[in-house]
């Protein structure tokens, strides 16, 4: 493949809104090398691939939960959120891992859970031990059921791993959990929980993160005035206007806007992204300077491979931002998702639930049509003003591991819906570093999700080789993008009907090709394209040409 290539990279680190326009590359920390043979992805198995993610040009790295952890939600239930989990390494390992990273100009993003804990956190067992009523159970949210002898649920609240959202304890109290019952939900509405997030932040500000990206930002402050209120939006279908007993609710401000004092107390300021699952009407509320600054936008990991829907979504996604101070973000996957590889090699519109179900076979995934969609994705994607979140394994076009045997998942999804939803492990495989070995250079043990033999030709090695690889084609497009500046407000150019055509200030063009016929565009210079050829400015199917 042959780019034209400008100039070296500047060095974009030392500014305060470096997070503006990064590219940040998600870590799911134990699926991604394994330092001392057990199996499990740690934090030196980070820091001795930093300088793979610096070839590869990204601005910062977001960790995934790294603390201790029964890992009844892989990670995301955390029992000390001041600590790293031992098998993954030592907080002195992480400060390893910062000041390596720094070095190489890489910032670094920690997950923070303030939602939840996990069930085995010193809290929640204190409260477990406590009766009704006490100090120890306001941290989290106790009540007394309903229905004769309390045995009813206090609300029909849901879990988002399925079934209800509330536990009873043998003395005949409930407690709230939204996601796994080994995650009970905290008490927002307690000055002890505020206090101890602040504890939080503080802790891991100063040991040399710049951001955090914040779990269920959405989620932290509820209506838990009585009576319960129902919540029959299960659907995640919020309502627009901040009234959800659970979601989304203008008390988030408040606790927001403390945050946001710490983090300006810290130079450069620390940034911070929501994952609120909010609707694209609220989203940015999470995004403005006075709250987290930034906030996903998941709606491109949500649509087809289509023109109209991709081009939808982009002018939500900067409208949202242009609302605010800040700027919109781009994620085509993440260990939540099915990956997008083979999400574009399968008809539009499937139930992904059912199909993962099937072990992936019904229909068999187009594997070829699906990476050249994921490329072509991709170069649009980092062809656009904001921040790119790019999940580990994007930049090998892995795809969704759909075959995994039921004794080998560990989701609760799996758990809780009873076998009915196989949920998010498939995203969650070990990375194929060489293409040799059992294991694939992940791990010299049996890994914890075993690597399928398809990634055997995806591994890292085997991609560096060659120049027309995935991996090369995210290097070069992510070089590009720090030198091309992707900041400029976008123009939409015509296009034939399918097509997606836009152009920066600068001159800097990008034209997708979502059809199914070939297309022809005048072009100056071919800067880089997503698929071979195209000097003359002839887009194939599914492809996306940078030219200028
Ligand atoms: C969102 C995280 O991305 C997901 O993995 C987790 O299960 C839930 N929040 C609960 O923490």
Redesign the pocket.
Known sequence: MTHTMPAPTPDRTRSDDWWRHAVVYQIYPRSFADSDGDGLGDIDGIRSRLDYLVELGVDAIWL?PFYPSPLA??G??VSDHRAVDPRLGTTDGIRALIEGAHARGLKIIV?I?P??TSDQHEWFQRALAAPAGSPERDRYVFRDGTGPDGAEPPSDWRS??GGSAWARLPDGQWYLH???PE?PDLNWGNPEVRADLIRTLRFWGDLGVDGFRV??AHGLAKDLSEPLRSQPNLDRALPLDGTDPLYDRDELDDIYREWRELFDSYSPPLMAVA?SWAPPARVWRYARSTSLGQAFNFELSTAAWDAGQFRAVIENGLESARRTAATTTWVLS???IVRHTTRYALPAGIDLDAWLLGGGADPAPDRALGTARARAAALLMLALPGSVYVYQGDELALPEVSDLAPEQLHD?IWLRTDGAQKG?DGARVPLPWDATGEHLGFSTATPWLPLPEAFRDLAVATQDADPESTLNLYRAAIRCRALLDPSGDIAWLDAPEGALHFAHPNGWRCFTNFGDAAVSVEIGERILGSAPGMDAGVVPPNATLWYR
């Open positions: 995934s939600d892989g995301y239930d997950d859970v939602n939840h988002h791993f939204l996601f796994a995650q779990d269920v994952e993440n260990h939540d609760p998010r």
